[in-house]
Structures are given as C-alpha cells and as structure tokens.
C-alpha cells in the first residue's frame, strides 16, 4: 500500500525567499513521484516527476524536488518565490504493481506576501 | 494537441437528480482516471478505465456511482439521484500507457453543487 504525507497545510513566505513543501510517502515498491500545482478553480498542472533516474529533479517554473530513499522524502523547493507561486501544491505517489494508481497529498497551500 | 477536456465546467443538480460528467482524453491516451476533491480535501481515486474496461474502481462508491468509457466518445461518470454530500469539483485525467511512470494529464475539472 502506498501513501502521502504532506507535513503542512499551510506555508506563508515573502517574494523573494526560499520555498520549501514537504512531502514524505510509504511505498511497498520503486515508487514514481510527481508534484502538481492548483491555482485557484483550475485544473492540475505538472510541476515534476520522479522515475528513479536522477534524484534531483527539476520542473517548471524553477522548482526542483530531491528523491531521498533513507528518509522517504520528496520535498519540492524553489529558491526565490514569485507572487505567480501563490497556490496549492499537491504530492502524488504511483507505485508499481501492475497498473497506475496514484494517491495524493492532502495539499499544501502556498501563500506569498508581497 | 488538445489537452483534456472535461464538460461541463459547472453543474447545478438538485437533490435526486442525475448528474452527467464527460471526459475526453487527450489524443493518443486511452487510460482514464476519474479523481473527487471534496473542499479543503485533495483528490481521491474514484476508478481508472480503459476503452470498454473498467479496470479498477476500488474508490467509487458502491450506489449512485457509475462510469463508463465506450469505444467511441468521451468517458462518463453518472451519479444517479445526487445527494449535497456530492458536491465537488470531479477531475478526470488520461495517460498514454497506463504504467507507473506515465503522466496523468488534467482537465480543468466539473464543480458540481447539488442544491
């Protein structure tokens, strides 16, 4: 059985300043993992994904995320937030087991003060 | 390419009414996936289809619910007698190949409000 566990439901940081989204996931096998963005009454964006190549991960936007096995982690980072980041983001884990099934985070939303 | 369409944008039901979610994947995708996100919540699996198939469907309730995805058309999902508690935003993704490290693409979503 897999899982996500995103650790805040809230984060507020100033234009300009470091971002940082935690997520840790349980997975019985190789997982792949993905973040995606929600802006306000829209639909899923891609922001990245992980399929066991590189553990450091780089999306859209200037978001990267880092794969790491030992502590079952893949937070998403960016370093200068943009007022444009304003949104909900969103962990998502697909493991294998003989078909795509992904689950996700409970969400996390970003606020950024001017 | 268009991406995944979803239809209508809104829906308004009022309690014991059908509603009717379409979904038409982006070109080239035959494996669909049908996700609620209820407020404050993230989304939740409901069932994954392919063409004619349901595949798995361990995440959609076991009365009301249906889906369905024919050979030719969009992919439906049917609630029957809608209650409030069915209001939601309902998301349908596809993806190419249905493996583990496939992308699922979004449609902007239904928001569906049972007065």
């Known amino acids: 059985a897999q899982s996500v566990t995103q650790l805040d439901s809230h984060v507020s940081v100033s234009e300009g300043t470091p971002v940082l989204l935690r997520c840790n996931y349980s997975?019985?096998?190789?997982?792949?993992l993905f973040w995606y963005v929600q802006h306000p009454n829209k639909g899923l964006q891609l922001l990245l994904k992980?399929?066991?190549?590189?553990?450091l991960v780089k999306g859209i936007n200037g978001f990267e995320a880092e794969f790491k096995k030992s502590e079952t982690s893949f937070h998403l980072t960016k370093p200068s937030a943009h007022m444009s980041d304003a949104a909900e983001y969103f962990c998502?884990?697909?493991?294998?087991?003989?078909?795509?099934?992904?689950?996700f985070g409970i969400g996390t939303k970003l606020q950024v003060i001017p | 390419n268009a991406g995944v369409m979803q239809n209508p944008r809104h829906l308004v039901r009022r309690r014991g009414q059908e509603a009717r979610l379409r979904c038409s994947p982006m070109?080239?995708?035959?494996?669909v996936y049908w996700y609620r996100q209820l407020p404050e919540e993230g989304l939740k699996f409901m069932v994954y289809l392919q063409k004619e198939n349901i595949i798995d469907e361990s995440g959609m309730p076991k009365e009301r619910f249906s889906a369905e995805f024919p050979k030719e058309g969009p992919s439906i999902l049917r609630i029957q007698q809608v209650v409030r508690g069915d209001s939601a935003a309902y998301f349908c993704?596809?993806?190419?190949?249905?493996?583990?490290?496939?992308?699922?693409?979004f449609g902007p979503g239904t928001r569906l409000t049972v007065l």
């Open positions: 992980y399929t066991s190549a590189a553990t």
């Open positions: 997975s019985s096998y190789s997982p792949s």
């Open positions: 998502v884990v697909s493991e294998a087991g003989g078909y795509q099934i992904v689950t």
């Open positions: 993704a596809s993806s190419p190949l249905g493996q583990v490290t496939d992308t699922q693409y």
């Open positions: 070109k080239g995708h035959s494996h």
